[in-house]
T-cell receptor
Framework: GDSVTQMEGPVTLSEEAFLTINCTYTATGYPSLFWYVQYPGEGLQLLLKATKADDKGSNKGFEATYRKETTSFHLEKGSVQVSDSAVYFCALRKTDSWGKLQFGAGTQVVVTP | EAGVTQSPTHLIKTRGQQATLRCSPISGHTSVYWYQQALGLGLQFLLWYDEGEERNRGNFPPRFSGRQFPNYSSELNVNALELEDSALYLC??????????FGDGTRLSIL
């Protein structure tokens, strides 16, 4: 079946460090891929998306490229801030079931001053 | 633009009771989705409504049910509550085949 695998957290970084969160997926066809972020006590916010191979999603300094050959969608940010501390979820959506998001387990990121 | 709103914020019930959770989508969105975020189980897809019809449901027992009203708002009902139903229930909405936007959730606690 379809699945999303994320690196386990917590990931602890110092401010201004480089962040990478690995995400790989298993799915037939060509799913759309998403990164969502969840701040403490809140729901999920869409961070970025990509709908086809080689697409690059970007937002708020975060980037992720849809790599079909490695079935990956790794999230990167060049210089993190304390305010980036949150849980990050990678998710996929199949074309034939567009209403259902399948999420990874989430990766907690802690940025210290 | 108002986001997805969910009510109540917190709900405390005892085993065997019934819970009703409500969701108002972003204006213009016709699709509503429900997810369960339970400790240790991650985010699990529950239900998807589009134009008043149930389009898909996740791997949950029939005591989880819901509906979508003509104004596209939605209710999630959970009957015969069990301890393991304690979770954050997230509602999302979207235009068809567009990214989902989430509310802040209802925290359901079963005593």
């Amino acid at each position: 079946g379809d699945s999303v695998t994320q690196m386990e957290g917590p990931v602890t970084l110092s401010e201004e460090a480089f962040l990478t969160i690995n995400c790989t997926y298993t799915a037939t066809g060509y799913p759309s891929l998403f990164w969502y972020v969840q701040y403490p006590g809140e729901g999920l916010q869409l961070l970025l998306k990509a709908t086809k191979a080689d697409d690059k999603g970007s937002n708020k300094g975060f980037e992720a490229t849809y790599r079909k050959e490695t079935t990956s969608f790794h999230l990167e940010k060049g210089s993190v801030q304390v305010s980036d501390s949150a849980v990050y979820f990678c998710a996929l959506r199949k074309t034939d079931s567009w209403g259902k998001l399948q999420f990874g387990a989430g990766t907690q990121v802690v940025v210290t001053p | 633009e108002a986001g997805v709103t969910q009510s109540p914020t917190h709900l405390i019930k005892t085993r065997g009771q019934q819970a009703t959770l409500r969701c108002s989508p972003i204006s213009g969105h016709t699709s509503v989705y429900w997810y369960q975020q339970a400790l240790g189980l991650g985010l699990q897809f529950l239900l998807w409504y589009d134009e008043g019809e149930e389009r898909n449901r996740g791997n949950f027992p029939p005591r989880f049910s819901g509906r979508q009203f003509p104004n596209y708002s939605s209710e999630l009902n959970v009957n015969a509550l069990e301890l393991e139903d304690s979770a954050l229930y997230l509602c999302a909405s979207s235009f068809p085949n567009q990214p989902q936007h989430f509310g802040d959730g209802t925290r359901l606690s079963i005593l």
